[in-house]
């Protein structure tokens, strides 16, 4: 039987009952990409931010719209900037994307576990992010540079299909100019005045400067990029058991209950979404689970 | 040349690798250096040159009619730039420019391949560790066909 994972260290969630949302409204949104862009959300009643722990996601409600589980991509030390990063893919996606500034949502919340950063410290990290995953990192990356001197090395290792998905921009450009993080970008396509790598993200890893078997690497991507990154970080030495994994699934509640989110023993919203790798290493090989 | 031999021997591609095979492996090598926006090689011309790379990066390009130059790859230190070499006709199937000012060994493909058919013993190191590359550059441009940052359904 499955036994659930430890409390992450962030806030309990308001409540477990699905149906209590908390009404918030939109501060502010931009977009970061063609099909992306964030937003920021502030409580209507003003009452006191929800701290959350790197990794854990939100139900975001959009009245008569739809539901749907965006992580929180913000930085926890500023809790009251409530930050999502969203990809609008389909129907609820695309109502948060026409959301204006003053209008209202529903968030549950914040829920799963978290990425496991205290477990990390004294060693190197390297954090590798696809696509749209490098939203669910972010706030890990805020944590691991507001606590720079409790790690090693640190890397993050970033892919996206071209050029102009590149989310975060500035801060990306930032981060390149420190001297205490290695950022290396790929895109699978390059489109003119490109300079930089040309190749899928898990080729970046023996590019990469850190002590393999003092590494905690954090994975959060398209599944597939998951499973090649992982073998790839443990071609190079990793243990497995060092490699952390955030999935994703369908999701209703978000608290156990419905099963929607089920892969294989796991409910992804209650065991995850970040799991050790050797956890759902034979899961990931698994056609339908 | 000692020296020569301790480059080559630290290089990923032939770490580990008998130093009598890498005595050999010298006498086909030398040191060549690469400006930013070099050509490094052509599509269509002779193919006679295997880079290990040694610092800085390289564009693998191909020409396209209406794009013009497309990056479909870049390769840099410790990785291994040119396969042609290897087999008839010999001849470049893409084109390569430095990224970045680039140091490199260039072994010296008839030269390699000569020294293969003579020793079958190293021919078949050198093809084995030429095939393990081959298979991982084969595994990532299939994950890079695949698209998987495209929205599926
Ligand atoms: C724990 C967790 C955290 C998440 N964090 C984020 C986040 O930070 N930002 C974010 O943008 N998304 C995130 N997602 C994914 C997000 O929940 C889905 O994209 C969303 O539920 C899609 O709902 P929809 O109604 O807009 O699209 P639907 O109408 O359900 O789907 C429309 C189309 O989009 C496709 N689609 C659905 N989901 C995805 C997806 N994830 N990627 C690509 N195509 C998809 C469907 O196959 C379908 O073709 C997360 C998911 C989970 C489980
Ligand atoms: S979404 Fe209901 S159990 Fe996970």
Same mark, same amino acid.
């Given at each position: 039987?499955?036994?659930?994972?430890?409390?992450?260290?962030?806030?309990?969630?308001?409540?477990?009952?699905?149906?209590?949302?908390?009404?918030?409204?939109?501060?502010?949104?931009?977009?970061?990409?063609?099909?992306?862009?964030?937003?920021?959300?502030?409580?209507?009643?003003?009452?006191?931010?929800?701290?959350?722990?790197?990794?854990?996601?939100?139900?975001?409600?959009?009245?008569?719209?739809?539901?749907?589980?965006?992580?929180?991509?913000?930085?926890?030390?500023?809790?009251?900037?409530?930050?999502?990063?969203?990809?609008?893919?389909?129907?609820?996606?695309?109502?948060?994307?026409?959301?204006?500034?003053?209008?209202?949502?529903?968030?549950?919340?914040?829920?799963?576990?978290?990425?496991?950063?205290?477990?990390?410290?004294?060693?190197? =990290?390297? @954090? %590798?992010?696809?696509? $749209?995953?490098? *939203?669910?990192?972010? /706030? +890990?990356?805020?944590?691991? &540079?507001?606590?720079?001197?409790?790690?090693?090395?640190?890397?993050?290792?970033?892919?996206?299909?071209?050029?102009?998905?590149?989310?975060?921009?500035?801060?990306?450009?930032?981060?390149?100019?420190?001297?205490?993080?290695?950022?290396?970008?790929?895109?699978?396509?390059?489109?003119?005045?490109?300079?930089?790598? =040309?190749? @899928? %993200?898990?080729?970046? $890893?023996?590019? *990469?400067?850190?002590? /393999? +078997?003092?590494?905690?690497? &954090?994975?959060?991507?398209?599944?597939?990029?998951?499973?090649?990154?992982?073998?790839?970080?443990?071609?190079?030495?990793?243990?497995?058991?060092?490699?952390?994994?955030?999935?994703?699934?369908?999701?209703?509640?978000?608290?156990?209950?419905?099963?929607?989110?089920?892969?294989?023993?796991?409910?992804?919203?209650?065991?995850?979404? %970040?799991?050790?790798?050797?956890?759902?290493?034979?899961?990931?090989?698994?056609?339908?689970? | 040349?000692?020296?020569?031999?301790?480059?080559?021997?630290?290089?990923?591609?032939?770490?580990?690798?008998?130093?009598?095979?890498?005595?050999?492996?010298?006498?086909?090598?030398?040191?060549?250096?690469?400006?930013?926006?070099?050509?490094?090689?052509?599509?269509?011309?002779?193919?006679?040159?295997?880079?290990?790379?040694?610092?800085?990066?390289?564009?693998?390009?191909?020409?396209?009619?209406?794009?013009?130059?497309?990056?479909?790859?870049?390769?840099?230190?410790?990785?291994?730039?040119?396969?042609?070499?290897?087999?008839?006709?010999?001849?470049?199937?893409?084109?390569?420019?430095?990224?970045?000012?680039?140091?490199?060994?260039?072994?010296?493909?008839?030269?390699?391949?000569?020294?293969?058919?003579?020793?079958?013993?190293?021919?078949?190191?050198?093809?084995?560790?030429?095939?393990?590359?081959?298979?991982?550059?084969?595994?990532?441009?299939?994950?890079?066909?695949?698209?998987?940052?495209?929205?599926?359904?």
């Amino acid at each position: 039987m499955e036994t659930i994972p430890e409390k992450p260290f962030g806030q309990e969630p308001m409540s477990t009952d699905p149906r209590h949302f908390r009404a918030y409204r939109m501060k502010r949104r931009w977009q970061e990409t063609h099909d992306t862009f964030t937003i920021e959300l502030a409580a209507m009643d003003g009452s006191e931010p929800v701290n959350f722990a790197p990794g854990q996601f939100n139900m975001l409600y959009v009245f008569g719209q739809g539901e749907v589980p965006i992580s929180i991509s913000g930085d926890p030390r500023q809790p009251s900037a409530l930050t999502h990063t969203v990809r609008a893919v389909g129907s609820a996606t695309k109502s948060l994307r026409r959301l204006k500034a003053g209008e209202g949502l529903g968030v549950r919340g914040p829920y799963g576990s978290p990425w496991p950063l205290e477990g990390a410290r004294g060693n190197d =990290v390297v @954090v %590798v992010a696809g696509g $749209i995953g490098l *939203a669910p990192l972010r /706030p +890990a990356l805020y944590e691991l &540079l507001h606590r720079r001197a409790d790690y090693g090395q640190i890397v993050l290792l970033y892919g996206t299909r071209s050029p102009t998905d590149i989310l975060y921009r500035k801060e990306l450009a930032r981060w390149r100019a420190r001297f205490d993080l290695e950022t290396l970008i790929t895109v699978d396509r390059a489109t003119d005045g490109w300079h930089g790598h =040309v190749g @899928v %993200v898990s080729t970046l $890893i023996s590019k *990469a400067s850190f002590t /393999p +078997a003092n590494t905690t690497a &954090l994975i959060c991507g398209p599944e597939i990029m998951i499973r090649f990154t992982a073998l790839a970080l443990e071609k190079r030495g990793v243990t497995p058991e060092n490699i952390y994994v955030s999935l994703e699934r369908n999701m209703k509640c978000a608290v156990g209950f419905c099963g929607h989110c089920q892969f294989g023993p796991l409910f992804v919203c209650r065991d995850g979404p %970040v799991f050790s790798y050797p956890r759902v290493k034979g899961l990931l090989a698994v056609r339908e689970v | 040349m000692e020296n020569l031999e301790r480059i080559l021997a630290e290089h990923p591609f032939l770490a580990g690798m008998e130093p009598s095979h890498l005595e050999i492996l010298v006498g086909c090598a030398s040191n060549v250096r690469f400006e930013i926006g070099q050509l490094i090689f052509r599509q269509g011309e002779d193919a006679d040159v295997c880079y290990l790379l040694r610092r800085g990066r390289v564009s693998v390009e191909v020409f396209s009619p209406n794009r013009g130059p497309v990056v479909i790859q870049t390769v840099g230190e410790g990785d291994v730039l040119g396969w042609s070499w290897l087999t008839p006709p010999y001849y470049w199937h893409f084109d390569a420019r430095a990224l970045d000012p680039t140091l490199a060994i260039a072994l010296d493909g008839k030269c390699l391949r000569r020294k293969c058919d003579e020793d079958h013993g190293l021919g078949y190191v050198l093809l084995k560790r030429v095939a393990t590359i081959i298979e991982q550059r084969l595994q990532a441009t299939r994950l890079q066909l695949l698209d998987v940052y495209g929205n599926h359904s």
